[in-house]
């Protein structure tokens, strides 16, 4: 019984980690960059909607829209100012560096504006979740909730990428961006929509990871940020359902490498466990291989 | 690397000149330091000097300490001063940075403080006792928990150190029968954490208290701790000791709840703070007990006429923090007293004084009835339990 209550705490860790490798993702996959600032955009989205329920009205809803809305301008205008004048840049890894300093110039804002002290945070999911085996399992409902709203992200960004023009536009600039611009799609509108998208998710996964675990500080969105990437990778970058897939596996993982191995031990088997499958299979569970030709 | 060296050398050599010219600014105002203990009006004083966060994250801290010692000082300067000199008291903002601590502590030597009531934090206070013990200046710091903070003769403390906590964490579960078996979490990345949390464990063997679970977590593992609850909520553990800061114990302390889980939980001076967190469910923290020197329901008359002053001049509830400050002034007061010392000794003959007075010297003050000290710079005293009623501490005696 006990096993299926660590397991239960696995998925919903899991459940988050997947959902904010939902953006990591999507961005990565379209783009071809790393945008490390997205733990932030999460820590940001936490912010307004605590702002929004705790002064203006106690409706969640309203403060996730708003937030919503919020963290894609954030995003579009990240990407306008900080991201594209670089994307032409001789290395790769200029984009990657700038994106590494919008995470800290994040921090240190919300640091000034909000400050240190830790802010509780009123989950967004008011159901209390189910009891099972006569109250000896229980799964929260915030832990459900991120179950489905990640499968239905999952599915709509499926139906939105495969089914849709805009959609197959970000396909053919996945593929080659110079390619795509020739066959006249707007290679910077259709990056700048990825970056909408991939900000807007930050919004709901941060308003599931707060709900889940309602301490907000100005490095809310870091640590899970990372281990977030390291479910995305893990999945197969770039691949939709492998960032699912990733999120729960690496949250099972690291709830029972805590519970049988060592509590103390588990971010060491977690990363480990990164190096492994990257030895073994570099493009993650469900990357595609790409042959490169000479 | 030679270009680097080049580049590293010019710079430490502005800075010398810079710092010499600056040396000769201050040694002119100052009148080469020769007005030790001259008051601004020309009479003889005493001078203390406070350091501590008074901007940053540790804002809350620093400011409880240097309002809790202007209070001591206003009192004592209306009675009559010590020894019939008044005090001049001058606060300095550290920012919880122990190298602004070190510019800090110079700039009130500068000013001619005699007597230092800090830093606030643990790593200030050491960083600055590297100082006061080069100039044999006497340092008591009100609130530096760790053991280092008072490695020198010449530096003393009014709180508890870090491993003393954990000691007599232990001590006051047993004395009053809370629980047989207890469940311990703590911070494995946090050296206050694990400090409390070894003499907790040494000192709960002696006393005959059964661990049943011990689990650790990290600042990068600190979202996630139902395995931890459920660990020691399987293993029977009827209470949690939580020897780490309150950002985290909220997010414990939520889990728990979420599982049904409702141990007796058990902190030590960081859970402190837990009341403040915006937004913070109160109900959750309900019966939580957390050992720190001072309460500031208590009835006892000390504290009354403190957390009244304290709230009409600065609007908030004194915490412990502004307690150990406030001790502190009175500290060196009886042990100025003791000394018979006067403010136109100089800097170091005072400490010379003061730390063979501060042996003999015994205290009542709003930390404890009774503080006496040893020459190792630890505090003698009682340790006091809070418990958390309604939203608010309540002596757990």
């Known amino acids: 019984m006990s096993f299926l209550n660590y397991l239960i705490s696995g998925l919903s860790l899991g459940s988050i980690y997947a959902i904010i490798a939902l953006g990591y993702t999507m961005v990565y996959g379209i783009a071809k960059m790393l945008n490390f600032a997205h733990g932030d955009f999460i820590m940001v989205g936490c912010y307004i909607i605590f702002c929004i329920s705790s002064r203006f009205s106690n409706n969640p809803l309203i403060g996730i829209v708003i937030a919503i809305v919020f963290c894609t301008i954030l995003g579009v205008t990240t990407e306008l100012v900080a991201y594209r004048p670089l994307r032409g840049a001789a290395s790769p890894l200029a984009v990657l560096i700038t994106a590494i300093g919008v995470s800290y110039f994040l921090e240190n804002l919300a640091l000034i504006i909000f400050g240190a002290d830790t802010k509780s945070f009123t989950s967004v999911v008011s159901w209390e979740g189910l009891s099972l085996a006569g109250g000896k399992l229980k799964i929260q409902g915030v832990t459900l909730v991120t179950i489905i709203v990640g499968l239905l992200i999952l599915i709509a960004l499926e139906t939105f990428i495969g089914k849709t023009k805009q959609g197959q536009a970000m396909l053919a600039v996945a593929e080659d961006k110079g390619a795509a611009a020739l066959m006249g799609i707007n290679v910077n509108r259709t990056i700048a929509l990825t970056f909408a998208i991939g900000s807007s998710l930050a919004a709901v996964a941060g308003a599931l990871l707060c709900s889940a675990y309602p301490a907000l500080s100005p490095y809310t969105g870091a640590m899970p940020g990372i281990k977030a990437f390291v479910a995305a990778v893990l999945g197969g970058i770039g691949s939709i359902r492998g960032a699912v897939i990733g999120g729960l596996l690496l949250g099972i993982v690291e709830i029972l490498s805590k519970t049988y191995i060592s509590s103390q031990l588990s971010e060491a088997i977690v990363f480990g466990i990164l190096i492994v499958v990257l030895l073994v299979r570099p493009t993650g569970i469900l990357g595609k291989k790409i042959q490169e030709k000479v | ?322 307690a150990d400050a406030y001790d502190a002034v009175y500290v060196i007061k009886a042990a100025i007293e003791k000394a018979g010392a006067t403010p136109d000794q100089s800097v170091s003959d005072l400490c010379e004084a003061l730390k063979g007075a501060m042996t003999q010297i015994e205290v009542a003050g709003l930390t404890s009835a009774k503080m006496t000290w040893d020459a190792s710079g630890e505090p003698n005293k009682e340790p006091k339990a809070v418990v958390i009623k309604d939203g608010a501490y309540v002596s757990a005696d």
Request: glycine share 10%; proline share 2%.
């Open chain 2, 1 to 322: 690397m030679k270009k680097f060296n080049k580049f590293v050398s010019a710079v430490l050599t502005s800075v010398m000149v810079a710092s010499m010219v600056a040396g000769c600014a201050d040694a002119t105002s100052t009148g080469g330091g020769s007005a030790e203990g001259a008051g601004s009006d020309g009479a003889k004083v005493f001078k203390i000097g406070a350091i501590g966060p008074l901007t940053g994250g540790a804002a809350a801290y620093g400011n409880a300490v240097v309002n809790g010692a202007e209070i001591a000082v206003e009192e004592i300067n209306a009675a009559g001063g010590i020894n019939g000199y008044q005090i001049e008291y001058k606060k300095e903002d550290d920012e919880c940075d122990a190298q602004k601590s070190v510019n800090a502590y110079n700039t009130l030597k500068d000013w001619g403080m005699q007597f230092l009531v800090g830093s606030t934090t643990s790593a200030c206070s050491i960083a600055v006792s590297e100082n006061t013990k080069a100039d044999n200046m006497f340092q008591l710091t009100p609130s530096g928990s760790a053991v280092e903070c008072v490695q020198y003769d010449n530096a003393f403390r009014v709180c508890f150190s870090d491993p003393s906590q954990g000691l007599a964490s232990a001590q006051y579960i047993a004395e009053h029968k809370l629980a047989t078996k207890i469940g311990i979490i703590y911070d494995s990345s946090d050296v206050y954490s694990t400090g409390v949390y070894q003499t907790f464990v040494d000192e709960a063997g002696r006393q005959g208290l059964e661990i049943v679970s011990s689990e650790a977590f990290t600042q990068d593992n600190n979202t996630d701790f139902t395995v931890q609850l459920q660990k020691a909520k399987d293993a029977g553990a009827d209470l949690l000791f939580l020897p780490f800061y309150y950002k985290d114990a909220s997010l414990v302390l939520t889990q728990a709840s979420t599982m049904d889980y409702h141990p007796t939980i058990f902190g030590v001076d960081g859970l402190d703070g837990i009341l403040t967190v915006e937004n913070f469910d109160t109900s959750l923290a309900e019966g939580v007990m957390l050992l720190t020197p001072f309460a500031a329901d208590a009835t006892d008359d000390l504290t009354v006429n403190f957390v009244k002053k304290y709230q009409e001049k600065y609007g908030e509830v004194p915490n412990q923090f502004a």
